[in-house]
Nanobody, 125 residues
Framework: QVQLVESGGGLVQAGGSLRLSCAAS????????MGWFRQAPGKEREFVAA????????YYGDSVKGRFTISRDGAKNTVDLQMNRLKPEDTAVYYC??????????????????WGQGTQVIVSS
């Protein structure tokens, strides 16, 4: 079993930055990819970004392209999300996810096997 623990959420003013981190622990960890999703109250879970573990290829949702950057550290089994130029509409609970094997589009939450508990991000206007 794999456990994912997010950290780094908080309150920030619009235009500011936050860095989220997700640490993986458990059995030997070698995912196909890890991703970040977010969910605002009353809305569906939204794809934010993903990174392929072996190649480092990255994928971003349209709403965060050019503002957010996903990165990974294979030695530490962590994946980070650097969020810049934050907007009030970025307010949500952010979830880290990992999949064991390639299962299709990284934009789809159903392909991920493991999820963290989430970390709250609030962007004030």
């Amino acid at each position: 079993q794999v456990q994912l623990v997010e950290s780094g959420g908080g309150l920030v003013q619009a235009g500011g930055s936050l860095r989220l981190s997700c640490a993986a622990s458990g059995r030997t960890f070698s995912p196909d990819a890890m991703g970040w999703f977010r969910q605002a109250p009353g809305k569906e879970r939204e794809f934010v970004a993903a990174i392929r573990w072996s190649s480092g290829s990255t994928y971003y949702g349209d709403s965060v392209k050019g503002r957010f950057t996903i990165s990974r550290d294979g030695a530490k089994n962590t994946v980070d999300l650097q969020m810049n130029r934050l907007k009030p509409e970025d307010t949500a609970v952010y979830y880290c996810a990992a999949n064991s094997f390639y299962g299709g589009s990284y934009y789809y939450p159903g392909i991920y096997d493991f999820w963290g508990q989430g970390t709250q991000v609030i962007v004030s206007s």
